[in-house]
């Protein structure tokens, strides 16, 4: 008995340590080394007169009338990495210019094949087509239509119960590494206004604060870029900017329609405004508060007519003095 309990005893030890055994030559699995990302290779600079025979290749194309939104995007992709940043300034110049000669045309392809109002459908509440609603498009020529401007620096929007082609800025920024600081920050203000213009409807659709510090901004990049390509196409900007800032819209007034008595937040805004230093824009906003404030808070004609005056002398004042 006793020698059969030994026995049963040692067979487990030898099962134990033969189970123990295989385990061991069991092979170890090995996890497969993550793989570094590929790196691409930095597109060198070219040679001077190598960039010299591409930008006679490119304003070849600008004087022969051939400068369409895509040609220009082409060629800018194919040529602009290895150039530098004073190139890509003209190309991005050309590109702007072609897309504001081309905008008629892409909103009047847009309307021609969207009779049936298809486009506000989509919309719905929305102000602005995202790309990933254009393949929601029935119509087939309309959405090749929409899809190729938006592949060229459009967008669409809608404003006043119309829907619109935009040029969107902000897909311009894939450029800005390759030109100066001085388009760079063009691009960053008119980003701002594409993506969220302040107006719709006769109203704001921003605070009178984000649009105080959008005009500050504006004159900030004039007065530090005087001799820039578009410093008249800003001045523009300022001014209607201003003159709501001002006067508010029809449906964003700056008083009250009953009494006249200018909203808080109007004049709330105008003392934030008035505290930055350094600015025309301030300086005159300053005096338009005290004038409004003398006035026992009442906007009325003679106010509106004090607005014009300090309107007009800021937009001269950034004029002349450039």
Not at 50 to 74: C, L, P, T, W, Y
Not at 128 to 157: C, F, K
Request: proline share 3%; glycine share 4%.
């Amino acid at each position: 008995m006793k020698n059969k309990k030994w026995m049963l005893i040692l067979l487990s030890l030898v099962m134990v340590m033969a189970l123990a055994a295989c385990g061991n030559n069991e092979e170890e699995v090995q996890e497969p080394e993550a793989q570094p990302p590929v790196q691409e290779e930095p597109v060198q600079e070219a040679e001077e007169d190598e960039k010299e025979m591409i930008m006679d290749e490119f304003r070849a194309i600008v004087e022969e009338g051939e400068a369409s939104v895509g040609n220009i995007k082409q060629f800018m992709h194919e040529n602009l990495p290895a150039l530098g940043e004073l190139e890509g300034n003209y190309m991005l110049d050309n590109l702007e210019n072609a897309l504001k000669k081309e905008i008629d045309v892409v909103n009047k392809n847009i309307a021609e094949f969207d009779a049936e109002e298809e486009l506000m459908e989509l919309f719905g509440e929305d102000f602005s087509l995202s790309p990933d609603m254009i393949g929601e498009i029935e119509d087939v020529d309309l959405r090749a239509t929409v899809q190729d401007a938006y592949d060229n620096h459009y967008r669409l929007i809608s404003r006043e119960g119309q829907v619109e082609a935009v040029i969107d800025y902000s897909s311009l920024k894939e450029y800005q590494e390759k030109v100066t600081d001085e388009w760079k920050e063009y691009i960053d203000i008119m980003a701002a206004e594409s993506d969220q213009p302040p107006f719709s409807d006769g109203a704001l659709t921003i605070t009178f604060d984000e649009l105080a510090e959008r005009i500050l901004r504006i004159e900030n990049y004039l007065n530090r870029y005087i001799s820039g390509p578009r410093q008249e196409e800003l001045l523009e900007l300022y001014e209607n900017r201003l003159t709501a800032y001002y006067k508010g819209l029809p449906n964003t007034p700056i008083a009250a329609y009953d009494s006249g008595e200018i909203l808080d937040n109007v004049y709330e805004s105008y003392e934030s405004t008035a505290a930055n230093d350094g600015y025309v824009t301030s300086s005159m906003i300053g005096e338009y508060r005290i004038a409004i404030r003398d006035n026992d808070m009442i906007v009325d004609d003679g106010i509106l007519a004090l607005a014009d005056q300090y309107i007009d002398e800021s937009v001269r004042v950034l004029r002349e003095f450039k």
